[in-house]
């Protein structure tokens, strides 16, 4: 009995963690509207990659995607900045 509630605790467990992207796409985002028509084919399928650009408020967002096994896009974080220093040296 002891090992079967062991055993139903992990799946319960497992059953938790996905792989599915909870991040949803903005406008700016690669996938925004859709994948896009080309592909990455050079990349190693689970290779990542960053993407940084300026949201309709003038926010900096720096987004994270990974090359799914089928060569898609996976949003997989976002990062977004309210106030982004000036580094220009003005």
């Known amino acids: 009995m ?28 690669i996938i925004y509207g859709g994948q896009p028509r080309t592909k ?3 990349a190693p399928v689970g ?3 960053s993407h940084g650009f300026t949201t309709d408020q003038g926010q900096h967002a720096v987004e994270t995607y990974r090359i799914a096994p089928n060569r898609d896009l996976q949003l ?5 900045w309210q106030d982004v220093p000036d580094f220009g040296g003005n």
């Open 47 to 49: 290779s990542t990659f």
């Open 2 to 29: 002891k090992h079967m509630l062991i055993a139903a605790f992990g799946l319960v467990a497992l059953t938790a963690c996905t792989t599915a992207s909870t991040v949803e796409p903005i406008p700016g985002s």
């Open 76 to 80: 997989i974080d976002r990062h977004i």
């Open 40 to 42: 990455l084919v050079k």
